[in-house]
């Protein structure tokens, strides 16, 4: 078990380095195609994303978290998910290529048509990598991952910005989006030297399947409930209405997405092997929860607080009017670093059929809440989508924990610390920038605010709500020598 404390300190440290790297690159990448493309060539690829993007969510069927959930699995098991996760990647390529002309008649835009044919092409990338890319995880090779997703990201963002560079608009869009699956699979295969064997019957994974097909069903919901808001707005409002909130949208869930891919693969991999210690899980994951809120509460409020400069800096002054949107939808970092981590416990204590339950009740709430805000435009629906989302997470918090080892009174401290902080340093801030507003530029202005929210956030942090011991805990966890090697081979699995 000391083992696993260093492997899962030292695999978050290095996820997290890794995803501090891909959030500036995104950002980066995001800062010039911004500059290089319009409202209109990011709509345009945004249309086919939100329907090509319910079709992902079925390109391996759960079957990799079915992998890492098992505490032992065997060779032939892993081989025989490899082609299922093959054959249901070819047959979503073919299905996206027969839903082309559907896109095309639905938004009345036919340049839709081969967009989405090519993009099709990412489901047969993605699952070729799939096993491979959940080998890595259960032998918590975290930083072999890290350098395959970063190296990822800065292939997909060369050829990206290359293209737009070159003229090629909304192509240099879908070109990255094809070349990310493609380079992580990649990746994946030269890093681990298993090769999958044939196919076998009755090697039990029926059980794997259905934990995997509730994953996806899960995933299914919440994804229809997150982004059926960007369907009517392309619908009803069109591509510049679409685009704007669209990159609003993506701004403000660059720092959730990767602190949750970052956290999420090495909370997963660690829980799922304590599934028979209580103590041991509810601690590990009490630690984990409060750094992830740590870490997301000073975003929350920096986005808050500063949308204009925010949007001026990274997007430019085209996008002003994507400024207020961000500024609405910022309430929802805060809910998703707060509700996030509970569905990884409930799927590494095998509960998911709990989170899908969870998800219906609250998916056909959010769906209602869009309908009535649509009329409104993209202001109106972003304020539908925080408020749902902050009223949720009570309810969500208590069904969650019910009957685990994680009390609703152990989140409320967890979240109390870090959330008192931030409001101080809110307040520090806010100063600030009313002070600077008159005689600073915004990158400069930005800058100083960002300061002054992080310093005064870390000295509350440490040395008044108490955490210090918790944080030099991790520190002295990343100074001791590892007692094991980080490789493993399929055996050891």
């Not at 090769?195 to 059980?207: E, T």
């Not at 920038?433 to 800058?447: K, W």
Request: with cysteine; aromatic share 10%.
């Amino acid at each position: 078990m000391k083992d696993l404390k260093e492997k899962t300190i030292r695999g978050g440290l290095a996820r997290l380095c890794a995803q501090g790297a891909n959030f500036f690159l995104r950002l980066g990448s995001l800062m010039i195609l911004a500059r290089l493309l319009g409202p209109k060539d990011f709509g345009l690829v945004g249309m086919v994303t939100v329907f090509t993007g319910v079709l992902t969510l079925f390109r391996d069927f759960g079957l990799s978290s079915a992998a890492i959930q098992r505490t032992t699995v065997t060779e032939e098991q892993i081989s025989t998910l490899f082609w299922i996760n093959i054959f249901v990647g070819a047959l979503l390529t073919l299905l996206a290529i027969a839903l082309a002309p559907v896109i095309t008649a639905f938004y009345h835009e036919p340049r839709l048509f081969m967009v989405t044919v090519v993009l099709a092409v990412g489901f047969l990338f993605n699952a070729a990598g799939v096993q491979h890319g959940a080998l890595l995880q259960r032998q918590m090779r975290f930083t072999t991952l890290a350098a395959i997703n970063t190296v990822s990201l800065i292939v997909g963002t060369a050829i990206a910005i290359g293209g737009a560079k070159a003229g090629y608009g909304y192509w240099a869009l879908v070109a990255m989006s094809i070349t990310l699956p493609f380079t992580n699979t990649v990746g994946c295969w030269l890093t681990v030297t298993w090769i999958p064997g044939r196919p076998r019957r009755g090697v039990g994974i029926r059980s794997m399947m259905r934990f995997g097909g509730t994953i996806t069903l899960n995933g299914l919901v919440a994804y229809v409930a997150n982004n059926f808001e960007k369907v009517l707005l392309g619908r009803y409002w069109g591509v510049d209405a679409l685009g704007l909130y669209g990159r609003a949208y993506q701004l403000i869930n660059i720092p959730t997405d990767n602190l949750n891919s970052a956290a999420g693969e090495v909370a997963f991999s660690a829980l799922s092997r304590l599934q028979g210690d209580p103590d041991r899980l509810k601690n590990y994951f009490l630690k984990g929860y409060t750094v992830i809120l740590a870490l997301t509460l000073p975003v929350t409020v920096a986005c808050a607080l500063f949308a204009d400069d925010m949007i001026s800096v990274f997007l430019g002054p085209k996008w002003g009017a994507a400024a207020p949107i961000f500024r609405l939808l910022a309430p929802t970092i805060l809910a998703f670093a707060i509700v996030n981590p509970l569905f990884w416990l409930l799927s590494s204590l095998g509960l998911v059929e709990r989170s899908l339950k969870m998800g219906l009740v609250i998916a056909p709430v959010m769906i209602l809440s869009y309908l009535v805000a649509v009329p409104y435009g993209p202001r109106g629906v972003a304020v539908a989508y925080s408020a749902v989302m902050m009223l949720w997470v009570i309810p969500c918090i208590i069904w969650s924990v019910h009957d685990t080892v994680i009390s609703f009174r152990d989140i409320v401290v967890a979240v109390g610390r870090p959330l008192i902080g931030s409001l101080v340093a809110a307040g520090f801030a806010f100063g600030v920038r009313s002070v600077s507003i008159q005689f600073l530029s915004p990158l400069p202005r930005l800058v100083l605010e960002i300061t002054v929210l992080l310093i005064t956030f870390m000295g509350m942090l440490l040395f008044v709500t108490g955490q210090k011991a918790l944080y030099l805990d991790l520190v002295r966890g990343l100074r001791r020598p590892s007692s094991a090697r980080e490789e493993g081979d399929l055996a050891s699995t």
